[in-house]
């Protein structure tokens, strides 16, 4: 993200081009903040859990209440739809969470306005950006604008999940965009993202009940966060001699430097308060984890144009019987990424853990050509009073999965991140104003594009 100062003023006097919809605006998003949508195991009727099938629900209501043409896929991805024409132009979102996680000073999913900032899970990733292109839509709508195409706000439930949403879009048939942008990220427009790479990795342990051992240690919550909190137990000759919980502070994975890692930070314990313990755990962190942020313990570093690679110890699970971790690493967009598993796979296997399973995402690198990514550039820079050029980031969107699509906000340059961690929070007029570019972006894509 681009580190300046934003401009408050600019974003202000933007936000006021949408101050009649303000109240409203804070209503219907308060109501879909309210659900707590993160996935959960499936049922009969709704594959990623029954609160992200609400959330639908709740914004295609709302939706239809505007006067949109409405449509659920089988609660797993949904769309509010207007204008006429063969051709359509798509705006991705989504309306599934990461879980809330602890430390919140209030109720994640009680919605609350204080001081000009939305507090609530989900209020950044995804929900305000999905009901600020809801309400850009509104407004051309209620301007008389009369696109010569289709505008389609698709919505899906399993983002954070791995994007099945999306693929089940795809796969019923649905209809693809012919131009289009994810507001799942930060302005200017993204033209490339990296590679991110999942991968977990196992071994069998065995506590012999002698001297001190590591019983157990679980922490982290979803692979994608820096993980907030770790308990483990250590025994003494078979019996529990104590049990600890360890605060770290929750981050996005694509930006770990921002969060403290409690898994680490537990691990850094446990070798500092006993020194006597032997354990496959102590190796990890001494050998791969001092320098784990960037991957140069893994020998895994690298950058180019698009960034540096970022890594995430996001989950672990040690019980008696196994050990169990899974990694979040984003790459450069000219890296290779068979090449880091070739490199962490031999790591951890002069530590006699074994590769279980992983997920390999190339990059997407649309280039700063395209007409697309020059027009939101424009459009962006002329609202903003800019001269901003598009960007790459680590963060993954629903552009890996949809042709023709890309990043595009609903961060501002300079603004502080929230997502995925505790007290994530939004500025209102911030949300208000990225409305407003995302109504002049689409009135231009639908008049210069199509």
């Not at 051709?87 to 602890?102: R, T, Y």
């Not at 995302?438 to 210069?448: D, M, N, P, S, V």
Request: hydrophobic fraction near 35%; include cysteine.
């Amino acid at each position: 993200m681009n580190n300046r100062i934003p401009n408050e003023d600019r974003i202000d006097e933007i936000a006021l081009k949408m101050d009649n919809y303000k109240d409203e605006f804070f209503k219907d998003l308060s109501t879909v903040l309210s659900i707590p949508s993160a996935n959960s195991p499936a049922d009969t009727k709704y594959p990623y859990g029954k609160a992200t099938g609400d959330a639908l629900d709740a914004f295609l209501n709302i939706a239809k209440e505007m006067g949109f043409k409405t449509k659920n896929y089988d609660y797993r991805v949904g769309y509010a739809e207007f204008g006429e024409g063969e051709k359509m132009i798509a705006v991705l979102c989504h309306l599934d969470v990461v879980p809330a996680g602890e430390g919140w000073s209030e109720d994640p999913f009680q919605p609350r306005l204080i001081e000009g900032k939305i507090y609530s899970r989900g209020v950044a990733d995804d929900k305000g950006p999905a009901m600020a292109n809801l309400y850009a839509m509104k407004a051309l709508k209620d301007e008389g604008f009369q696109p010569n195409c289709r505008i389609r706000l698709i919505v899906g439930l399993n983002e954070e999940k791995g994007f099945g949403c999306m693929k089940h879009y795809r796969q019923i048939g649905a209809e693809l965009p012919v131009t289009g942008y994810t507001a799942d990220a930060e302005f200017p427009a993204v033209f490339a993202e990296k590679g991110i790479i999942r991968i977990s990795f196992e071994k069998a342990r065995l506590l012999t009940g002698k001297g001190t051992e590591i019983y157990s240690l679980k922490g982290g919550e979803a692979v994608n966060m820096v993980p907030q909190v770790c308990r483990y137990k250590i025994q003494q000759d078979g019996e529990i001699l104590s049990e600890r919980e360890i605060l770290g502070k929750a981050s996005h994975a694509s930006k770990p430097e921002l969060g403290e890692n409690a898994i680490v930070k537990a691990l850094k314990t446990i070798q500092q308060e006993n020194a006597d313990l032997t354990d496959t755990l102590i190796d990890l962190y001494d050998q791969f984890l001092i320098e784990h942020t960037n991957g140069k313990d893994m020998a895994i570093d690298c950058e180019d144009a698009s960034g540096a690679l970022t890594m995430n110890l996001g989950l672990i699970d040690v019980t008696p019987e196994s050990l169990n971790f899974t990694l979040d690493i984003r790459y450069p967009v000219s890296v290779d990424g068979e090449t880091i598993i070739s490199k962490l796979k031999e790591n951890m296997e002069t530590l006699n853990i074994q590769l279980e399973n992983y997920n390999d995402e190339v990059p997407l690198n649309l280039g700063q050509d395209s007409d697309m990514i020059k027009l939101a550039m424009k459009t962006y820079n002329d609202t903003m009073g800019t001269n901003d050029k598009a960007v790459a980031m680590g963060g993954g969107t629903y552009a890996r999965s949809i042709p023709n699509i890309f990043a595009f906000g609903a961060v501002f340059p300079g603004t502080p991140d929230s997502m995925h961690q505790v007290n994530e929070n939004a500025s209102l007029n911030h949300l208000l104003a990225a409305s407003y570019i995302y109504k002049e972006t689409l009135k231009a894509f639908a008049q210069k594009l199509i």
